[in-house]
T-cell receptor, first 112, second 114 residues
């Protein structure tokens, strides 16, 4: 089946630096993508989404970039803070129904 | 406004036992979902309900049944639990999705099958 994966299982960044979390997807028909943040012991929390007719979308301190040519998605977090420490997931909608496919996640650790 | 609530929070079952996980949302969302999350992994969709009265299979539906009782409630049933169903189960809800499928998740049910 189709899958959405992440390049790195862990990422450590200094507080105040920018973070970039990557995601690859395999289905060229995917037309919607979401980034989630999951803190320990909690359910995932929506961060930002993007449709395939867009290349970039910005939120508060976050930017999602979509490169359809290489089927790559990234989440950029500006001025990373200790509260950003969590596991980040990308999810992909396969273009029909509401059958979301999640990647395995990247753990972001913010160093003081 | 409680968002998405799930009961129970923890459950231990013996192989072959049955149970129902309950989920309710108070945001008037049309769509509801059940996911499972195994240790160190992403979420996998079990079933979803795009609207009251409809349910559809996700990636891993085998061994589970669901009921969309009304717009607020979406339950997940394990008829004969197996150790492979040990996992954390998350329920989520979202609006219809015409613009966004922003999903709101519950706190999860931690299920152990021995």
């Amino acid at each position: 089946g189709e899958s959405v994966g992440l390049h790195l299982p862990t990422l450590s960044v200094q507080e105040g630096d920018n973070s970039i979390i990557n995601c690859a997807y395999s289905n060229s028909a995917s037309d919607y993508f979401i980034w989630y943040k999951q803190e320990s012991g909690k359910g995932p929390q929506f961060i930002i989404d993007i449709r395939s007719n867009m290349d970039k979308r910005q939120g508060q301190r976050v930017t999602v970039l979509l490169n359809k040519t290489v089927k790559h998605l990234s989440l950029q977090i500006a001025a990373t803070q200790p509260g950003d420490s969590a596991v980040y997931f990308c999810a992909d909608l396969l273009g029909y129904g509401q059958n979301f496919v999640f990647g395995p996640g990247t753990r972001l650790s913010v160093l003081p | 406004n409680a968002g998405v609530t799930q009961t129970p929070k923890f459950q231990v079952l013996k192989t072959g036992q049955s149970m129902t996980l309950q989920c309710a949302q108070d945001m008037n969302h049309n769509s509801m979902y059940w996911y499972r999350q195994d240790p160190g992994m992403g979420l996998r969709l079990i079933y979803y309900s795009a609207s009251e009265g409809t349910t559809d299979k996700g990636e891993v539906p085998n061994g589970y049944n669901v009921s969309r009782l009304n717009k607020r409630e979406f339950s997940l049933r394990l008829e004969s639990a197996a150790p492979s169903q040990t996992s954390v189960y998350f329920c989520a809800s979202s609006r219809s999705g015409a613009i966004s499928y922003e999903q709101y998740f519950g706190p999860g049910t931690r299920l152990t099958v021995t």
